[in-house]
């Protein structure tokens, strides 16, 4: 399931939610504008809980639980994709995510 592509930002709040239901733990689901001036990221913990950053219109780090998230990945993209017809979704697995980090190959 790594890689990117594209989804509707009509359907956004649906497929964000099933996608990142489906990572691992220590894996990450980006969503992007076009533009990739703005995104909302996701990580998985352990715990069942996820740890989202906000960048764009407003900014914020966030803990939230698996219960909850369905609330928090709707208000988010409402907020940070008013105008948006496409978004782009990234999934990087943990590894690929520690190696980006480090500048290791």
């Known amino acids: ?35 990739r001036d703005r995104w ?21 780090v966030l803990t939230v639980r698996g219960a909850d998230l369905k609330g928090e990945i709707k208000r988010m993209v409402d907020a940070e994709f008013p105008r948006s017809n496409q978004l782009r979704i990234h999934v990087s697995k943990s590894n690929e995510v520690v190696h980006k980090k480090t500048g290791e190959q």
Request: aromatic share 10%.
């Open 1 to 35: 399931m790594s890689g990117s592509y594209w989804i509707s930002a009509r359907s956004a709040g649906k497929v964000v939610e099933q996608r990142v239901k489906q990572i691992g733990a220590g894996d990450v689901l980006k969503v992007e504008s076009f533009k």
């Open 40 to 60: 909302i990221e996701f990580t998985r913990n352990e715990d069942d809980t996820y740890g989202i950053v906000e960048h764009g219109f407003s900014n914020a």
